[in-house]
């Protein structure tokens, strides 16, 4: 019996020093992934006033949401949709905060409106509510929010609410496109390329890596990163 456990002792202790020594000898693998982004303004938005309660706004280019002030509806169709995305996030600019702190409420909307009538009057009820964020001061900032997970039917209609005096917005008639809401649609793309790197570098994070992409990109909108396969798979390692 003890000469059997010594044989299989040897054994394995062989069987660990060559996966050892293939360690060093086959080169560790890496994957870059590409991710692109599209950022798309909203087909319509309105805002509605309720000491306007009968007049349609669907043409101003700025727009003043609070308890003072009004209500913003935005919408946005599936057109320019990815068939393959997997996030989508809300891009909110506010230009200017009356009153901090104070709480942004959106909230999604099914039932149908039309930028050139939308009123007070007959604007649409809220819906499922969507997120609540606290504004703690004053000042222009730019907002994102994860909604993927209210992305369904054919389009994506909120209405933004302050539960403070009021906050300055843009409408997508505003000349400077940054200051408009945004869609933004991400997706991993096709091209997807595996790379050999260093096991140093791989394990330390040291060192710089070349790669040759196969197509033209767009590096405003994309996001790259290197999955490990060497110590453990599909460990995001930048």
Request: overall charge negative; aromatic content about 14%; glycine content about 6%.
């Amino acid at each position: 019996m003890k000469k059997q456990a010594k044989t299989m002792g040897l054994l394995l202790l062989t069987l660990m020093s060559l996966v050892a020594m293939m360690g060093l000898w086959f080169t560790p693998k890496a994957t870059a992934v590409e991710y692109v982004y599209g950022n798309y303004d909203a087909e319509a938005d309105s805002c509605v006033y309720p000491y306007k309660p009968d007049t349609n706004n669907g043409t101003d280019d700025l727009c003043y949401v609070g308890t003072e002030q009004g209500i913003q509806y935005s919408r946005w169709n599936y057109t320019d949709r990815p068939a393959n995305w997997n996030k989508a996030t809300l891009l909110i600019t506010l230009h200017y905060v009356d009153t901090a702190p104070g709480n942004i409420s959106i909230y999604k909307v099914t039932e149908d409106w039309d930028e050139s009538t939308i009123t007070w009057n007959n604007r649409p009820a809220l819906d499922s509510f969507v997120l609540n964020y606290t504004k703690w001061e004053t000042g222009s900032t730019g907002l994102e929010f994860d909604v993927t997970d209210f992305i369904d039917g054919t389009n994506f209609s909120i209405a933004i609410l302050y539960n403070e005096t009021y906050i300055k917005m843009a409408n997508r008639e505003h000349a400077d496109p940054g200051w408009r809401h945004k869609l933004k649609w991400s997706f991993e793309s096709d091209n997807i390329m595996n790379v050999e790197v260093t096991q140093d570098w791989l394990i330390e994070g040291q060192g710089t890596l070349d790669i040759t992409w196969t197509t033209e990109i767009d590096w405003e909108n994309v996001k790259l990163e290197l999955i490990n396969h060497f110590d453990e798979l599909n460990t995001t390692i930048i």
